[in-house]
């Protein structure tokens, strides 16, 4: 059974840094593209950067140049750094496959951006 775990939200002011974490377990990890999503209150969850097994990262453009997506394929884990974050970051972020799997939906974590 797949499952995804995701861990280091926070509360930051502007300007600063998080890193977040997720662990996959069940199936192989790296053979899946992993992606970081993110759903902030009254609107829809929105894709944030991915990374296949072993290729090129891709970011959301609001996000381009202040995250990081990388994965540790020997621990199952996928990582987003971020920095200078600003207030409409927050959110709830989750990790999934991209493209997502339904069943693959953990409980995410809250990131809050605020003074």
């Known amino acids: 059974q797949d499952q995804v775990v995701e861990s280091g939200g926070g509360l930051v002011q502007p300007g600063g840094s998080l890193i977040l974490s997720c662990v996959k377990s069940?199936?192989?990890?790296?053979?899946?593209?992993m992606a970081w999503y993110r759903q902030a209150p009254g609107k829809q969850r929105e894709w944030v950067a991915s990374?296949?097994?072993?290729?090129?990262?891709y970011y959301r453009d609001s996000v381009k140049g202040r995250c990081t997506i990388s994965r540790d394929n020997m621990k199952n884990t996928v990582y987003l750094q971020m920095n200078n974050l600003k207030p409409e970051d927050t959110a709830v972020y989750y990790c999934?496959?991209?493209?997502?799997?339904?069943?693959?939906w953990g409980q995410g974590t809250q990131v809050t951006v605020s003074s």
């Open positions: 999934n496959s991209y493209p997502p799997r339904g069943d693959w």
């Open positions: 069940g199936s192989i990890f790296d053979q899946y593209t």
């Open positions: 990374i296949p097994p072993d290729g090129r990262d």
